[in-house]
């Protein structure tokens, strides 16, 4: 698990509540600047495999492996200093600021802005932002309260916010939710953009979004790893098909 490429290594993680176990001896590698598309029906054990990950749930058996070092037991604060971000369900921007200073605090890792209660010192990492601005097709609506964004919009911003952190990993947990078709596939394109530069973990049920992501597929079913495949080969796998599609 200390390959250069691998990023990630969640080896054999058990995470028991009260005898209940969200994740039971689950698997899965992630190399570095790869896509990686985790699906399940609903309480698979996905979102639970994210806050295993970034260590707001804790592993009972197992563990996590990230460059090399095993985060299993750190808090989430160290997690995140050391190169992972998520992304939740819900978007979850600071609605009172425009969709500019949301990237620049996100932007600015050591966290200066909590002192200041401003963003006049983040002036360094600007062009990085405008940057982002233009891959979240934002660019020409900087200035909006990021209250007063369409829902999609909000959702893409904060998937800005989380590229803004540099994170060598992004979690990404339904990016999707609550989006229309046409969106779907514009955060699709965004997503897939992303790759070489940060890994990406993404988590979803939509087919149609993770079959326009075209990224490595894994099955979780039951807190335990069930398949990992292509799209097409995860499409017509008769076990996948049985617990996942319901058929
Ligand atoms: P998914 O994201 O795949 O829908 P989750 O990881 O949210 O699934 O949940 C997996 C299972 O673990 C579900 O049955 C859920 O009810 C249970 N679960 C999640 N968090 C907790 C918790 N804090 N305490 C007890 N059970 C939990
Ligand atoms: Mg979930």
Same mark, same amino acid.
Not at 20 to 40: E, P, Q, W
Not at 109 to 134: P, Q, T, Y
């Given at each position: 698990?200390?390959?250069?490429?691998?990023?990630?290594?969640?080896?054999?993680?058990?995470?028991?509540?009260?005898?209940?176990?969200?994740?039971?001896?689950?698997?899965?590698?992630?190399?570095?600047?790869?896509?990686?598309?985790?699906i399940g029906p609903?309480?698979?054990?996905?979102?639970?495999?994210?806050?295993?990950?970034?260590?707001?749930?804790?592993?009972?058996?197992?563990?996590?492996?990230?460059?090399?070092?095993?985060?299993?037991?750190?808090?989430?604060?160290?997690?995140?200093?050391?190169?992972?971000?998520?992304?939740?369900?819900?978007?979850?921007? =600071?609605?009172?600021?425009?969709?500019?200073?949301? =990237?620049?605090?996100?932007?600015?890792?050591?966290?200066?802005?909590?002192?200041?209660?401003?963003?006049?010192?983040?002036?360094?990492?600007?062009?990085?932002?405008?940057?982002?601005?233009?891959?979240?097709?934002?660019?020409?609506?900087?200035?909006?309260?990021?209250?007063? =964004?369409?829902?999609?919009?909000?959702?893409?911003?904060?998937?800005?916010?989380?590229?803004?952190?540099?994170?060598?990993?992004? =979690?990404?947990?339904?990016?999707?939710?609550?989006?229309?078709?046409?969106?779907?596939?514009?955060?699709?394109?965004?997503?897939?953009?992303?790759?070489?530069?940060?890994?990406?973990?993404?988590?979803?049920h939509?087919m149609?979004?993770?079959?326009?992501?075209?990224?490595?597929?894994?099955v979780?079913h039951?807190?335990?790893?069930l398949k990992?495949?292509?799209?097409?080969?995860i499409r017509k796998d008769p076990e996948v098909a049985a617990v996942y599609l319901g058929r």
């Amino acid at each position: 698990l200390t390959e250069p490429h691998l990023l990630l290594a969640v080896d054999g993680v058990t995470v028991d509540f009260d005898g209940f176990k969200a994740l039971n001896g689950f698997s899965l590698t992630i190399d570095r600047g790869s896509l990686r598309v985790v699906i399940g029906p609903n309480g698979a054990g996905k979102s639970t495999l994210c806050d295993t990950i970034i260590g707001r749930v804790r592993a009972t058996d197992g563990r996590v492996v990230f460059k090399g070092e095993d985060i299993t037991q750190l808090p989430e604060f160290e997690i995140v200093r050391r190169g992972i971000c998520r992304k939740f369900q819900t978007p979850g921007v =600071l609605p009172s600021l425009s969709v500019l200073d949301n =990237l620049l605090i996100a932007a600015q890792k050591d966290r200066r802005w909590w002192r200041s209660f401003g963003v006049a010192e983040a002036v360094e990492e600007r062009e990085k932002v405008d940057e982002i601005l233009e891959t979240i097709g934002l660019a020409d609506r900087s200035h909006i309260l990021a209250g007063e =964004l369409a829902h999609g919009e909000k959702q893409w911003l904060e998937i800005g916010m989380v590229v803004a952190t540099d994170a060598d990993l992004l =979690l990404l947990d339904e990016p999707t939710a609550g989006m229309g078709p046409a969106e779907t596939s514009r955060t699709a394109d965004l997503i897939r953009g992303l790759q070489g530069r940060h890994a990406v973990l993404v988590i979803d049920h939509d087919m149609s979004f993770i079959e326009q992501l075209n990224g490595r597929v894994t099955v979780m079913h039951m807190g335990q790893f069930l398949k990992e495949g292509s799209v097409a080969e995860i499409r017509k796998d008769p076990e996948v098909a049985a617990v996942y599609l319901g058929r």
